[in-house]
Nanobody
């Protein structure tokens, strides 16, 4: 499985961005896909996860109500719609996939490259 993240950029506080994560290769419909982020000088942290089969979702408390994770089955693509962005959302965002519906990064074996999101104050 290969994952390709895109959509990062520079946005002002209060603005919106949509990240995409396209999956290719041997893709299984039972996988879960997640977003993690790593801010400068900090450890990578969980953001959101979606279960590919039933679209169940789970969010970190810091983004709940502002971010929405979704997926397009036909395109094997996951999205992260980020609204009301704050400077503390500045980070490199990574997508990940595996069989476990989990918020733990150690449960994910497939990772995309990061895409940088910068929120200016």
């Amino acid at each position: 499985v290969q994952l390709q993240a895109s959509g990062g950029g520079l946005v002002q506080t209060g603005g919106s961005l949509r990240l995409s994560c396209a999956a290719s290769g041997r893709w299984f419909g039972s996988y879960a896909c997640a977003w993690f982020r790593q801010a400068p000088g900090k450890e990578r942290e969980f953001v959101a996860v979606i279960n590919w089969s039933d679209s169940n979702t789970y969010y970190a408390g810091s983004v709940k109500g502002r971010f929405t994770v979704s997926r397009d089955n036909a395109k094997n693509t996951m999205y992260l719609q980020m609204n009301s962005l704050k400077p503390e959302d500045t980070a490199v965002y990574f997508c990940a996939a595996d069989r476990s519906y989990s918020a733990r990064q150690e449960d994910y074996h497939y990772w995309g490259q990061g895409t940088l999101v910068t929120v200016s104050s």
